[in-house]
């Protein structure tokens, strides 16, 4: 079946713009995740949506952030006024919901900021 | 959550066993472990989990002692497709689980 898909898979972008990055999970999984990952390090958690609950947004550096998940599907990462130090590729991920501990991930979306 | 401590990198060649050491001294008893692999410019992928004594799928085992402080991923006769990074997790069974700590992982670099 279909797994999780992200677009675009590149975006450059000059410092100071707005980014729309894009996420399709798996249908019928309840759990979404946006990390963020530069070269060479780990994973960073950037936020979590589970069903209708209020999402868990403890892990976005600032205010530019933020996101949404439109009807429990698609969910779109909004970064505002980019920043070089915003270069990264974001990964989004999915899991069927509570007490499942396996993430399915999309192929990233690799951010360049000029 | 469960810190967790493993090597940067290791090294292997290919045909040989390789055995990654995961530290997690903090474990606490509802949580389980649990190992994504993450080849170049790929999102990470679920492995392997477990929560006591031994877990063999067609991938990988998993042996984790009975204080559970740390476990050991195993992969027989690696290949060359198999370098990669790996990460260990301890994660929270049956409960919300929203900030994963991915950490840097153990990037393993197989060679002919």
């Known amino acids: 079946g279909a797994g999780v898909s992200q677009s675009p898979s590149n975006k450059v972008t000059e410092k100071g713009k707005d980014v729309e990055l894009r996420c399709d999970p798996i249908s019928g999984h309840t759990a979404l995740y946006w990390y963020r990952q530069s070269l060479g390090q780990g994973l960073e958690f950037l936020i979590y949506?589970?069903?209708?609950?209020?999402?868990?947004k403890s892990g976005l550096p600032s205010d530019r952030f933020s996101a949404e998940r439109t009807g429990g599907s698609v969910s779109t990462l909004t970064i505002q006024r980019t920043q070089q130090e915003d270069s990264a590729v974001y990964l989004c991920?999915?899991?069927?919901?509570?007490?499942?501990?396996?993430?399915?991930f999309g192929p990233g979306t690799r951010l360049t900021v000029t | 959550l469960a810190k967790t401590t493993q090597p940067i990198s290791m090294d292997s060649y290919e045909g040989q066993e390789v055995n990654i050491t995961c530290s997690h001294n903090?474990?606490?008893?509802?949580?389980?472990i649990t190992w994504y692999q993450q080849f170049p410019s790929q999102g990470p992928r679920f492995i392997i989990q477990g929560y006591k004594t031994k877990v063999t799928n067609e991938v990988a085992s998993l042996f984790i002692p009975a204080d559970r402080k740390s476990s050991t991923l195993s992969l027989p006769r690696v290949s060359l497709s198999d370098t990669a990074v790996y990460y260990c997790?301890?994660?929270?069974?049956?409960?919300?689980?929203?900030?994963?700590?991915f950490g840097k992982g153990t990037k393993l670099s197989v060679k002919p």
């Open positions: 997790l301890v994660l929270l069974y049956g409960g919300s689980q929203g900030n994963l700590i």
């Open positions: 903090n474990i606490a008893t509802n949580d389980y």
């Open positions: 991920a999915s899991s069927p919901g509570r007490g499942s501990y396996e993430q399915y």
């Open positions: 949506f589970q069903g209708n609950s209020a999402p868990d």
